[in-house]
T-cell receptor
């Protein structure tokens, strides 16, 4: 199993540009999550999904959108990039209800908005 | 309002000695606690967890202790090894579909 994969690994965006961060998992997990980690800070939840077609906001959803059309994929969309969105983005997945608290993370996408 | 607090941003420990990482929480509804380890340029990886019905869980060199009355947990690593140098995140769950992370503690294992 590849686990959780994320693309791209690194991206530079100009203010106002848009992009999609890709996330895929091959563990048949029903739950998927997007986090951002700013320097010196913990992970903050942006959006999460409990299954295909179902998404919900986390702690810091503003400026982002998500969709979940399949169990495997959970892309994160930035419509109008702002410098405040410079961060490292992590995607994670888990299987609820059994062991759902244990989330498996991808390697991250480092985003720089200039 | 931080629900999970790791008050030590960094910690240095001699190789072979015990490393103790601390974590405090404020939400009494948390019933499951986890520790994640993170190397640079990688995603966090699950290390060890503990349910609120227990006060200790051990896995090899790693032991987590939970003190519910003090709303405090700690991760003990013994003996500490060079590969343990990483950032450690404490996290907690209230049995819903989200977990809350602390800011992390960077552990340096000194030769």
């Amino acid at each position: 199993n590849a686990g959780v994969t994320q693309t791209p690994k690194f991206r530079i965006l100009k203010i106002g540009q848009s992009m999609t961060l890709q996330c895929a998992q091959d563990m048949n997990h029903n739950y998927m999550y997007w986090y951002r980690q700013d320097p010196g800070m913990g992970l903050k939840l942006i959006y999460y999904s409990v299954g295909a077609g179902i998404t919900d906001k986390g702690e810091v959803p503003n400026g982002y959108n998500v969709s979940r059309s399949t169990t495997e994929d959970f892309p994160l969309r930035l419509e109008l990039a702002a410098p405040s969105q410079t961060s490292v983005y992590f995607c994670a997945s888990s299987y609820w209800p059994s062991g759902g608290e244990t989330q498996y993370f991808g390697p991250g996408t480092r985003l720089l908005v200039l | 309002d931080q629900q999970v607090k790791q008050n030590s941003p960094s910690l240095s420990v001699q190789e072979g000695r015990i490393s103790i990482l601390n974590c405090d929480y404020t939400n009494s509804m948390f019933d499951y606690f986890l520790w994640y380890k993170k190397y640079p340029a990688e995603g966090p990886t699950f290390l060890i967890s503990i349910s609120s019905i227990k006060d200790k869980n051990e896995d090899g060199r790693f032991t987590v202790f939970l003190n519910k009355s003090a709303k405090h947990l700690s991760l003990h690593i013994v003996p500490s090894q060079p590969g343990d140098s990483a950032v450690y995140f404490c996290a907690a769950s209230a049995g819903d579909d989200k977990i809350i992370f602390g800011k992390g503690t960077r552990l340096h294992i000194l030769p």
